[in-house]
């Protein structure tokens, strides 16, 4: 069945380092969807991805969508405090979505 | 304001005892879904309802039933044939199905 993996699982940066979480989708996928979940909240929708090679930015954040629609990456530049939290992918395949495990992301000040 | 109400935020049951999540919603969206969340695990789907009166089965459905009555809501229960039932539970909807989500606050289940 569709299967969708996420790396790092865990992630420690320096505040201002940046920071990749990288998603990988067994099957062809026709959109990807990333979700932020900051630590006791629930996850709040960033964005979705349907292109093949999309790119997309959102401030510091920017969403890339492989050129196969199979993989995905969202990447922090410069992180700051408020950037805590764990990131999922979404992955959309056949008729459903498949979440990715997530990256918890963790800032050193 | 427009939103989706998950309640209660904090819920204790005994074993063996069937328990009830409440989710509603106001956005007017057609789709609903239920998930389940456990440390490390992500977010797996219970069931989740296209339109009223429909809903299917998702990755881990044993142990657990729905209803969709009314678009604003959709109800989990969980059974006592659920083996693991300790859990943080979201709820979430979409205008259309595998839309862009909405999720509720969340209802942490414990059951002793």
């Known amino acids: 069945g569709q299967q969708v993996m996420q790396i790092p699982q865990y992630q420690h940066v320096q505040e201002g380092e940046d920071f990749t979480t990288y998603c990988n989708s067994s099957t062809t996928l026709s959109n990807i969807q990333w979700y932020k979940q900051r630590p006791g909240g629930h996850p709040v929708f960033l964005i979705q991805l349907v292109k093949s090679g999309e790119v997309k930015k959102q401030k510091r954040l920017t969403f890339q969508f492989g050129e196969a629609k199979k993989n995905s990456s969202l990447h922090i530049t410069a992180t700051q405090t408020t950037d805590v939290g764990t990131y999922f992918c979404?992955?959309?395949?056949?008729?459903?979505?498949?979440f990715g495990k997530g990256t918890r992301l963790h800032i050193l000040p | 304001d427009g939103g989706i109400t998950q309640s209660p935020k904090y819920l204790f049951r005994k074993e063996g005892q069937n328990v009830t999540l409440s989710c509603e919603q106001n956005?007017?969206?057609?789709?609903m879904y239920w998930y389940r969340q456990d440390p490390g695990q992500g977010l797996r789907l219970i069931y989740y309802?296209?339109?009223?009166?429909?809903?299917q089965k998702g990755d881990i459905a044993e142990g657990y039933s729905v209803s969709r009555e009314k678009k604003e809501s959709f109800p989990l229960t969980v059974t006592s044939a659920q083996k693991n039932p300790t859990a943080f539970y979201l709820c979430?909807?979409?205008?259309?199905?595998?839309?862009?989500?909405?999720f509720g606050q969340g209802t942490r289940l414990t059951v002793v």
């Open positions: 979430a909807s979409s205008i259309v199905a595998h839309s862009e989500a909405f």
């Open positions: 979404a992955g959309r395949g056949d008729d459903k979505i498949i």
């Open positions: 956005l007017n969206h057609d789709a």
């Open positions: 309802s296209q339109i009223v009166n429909d809903f």
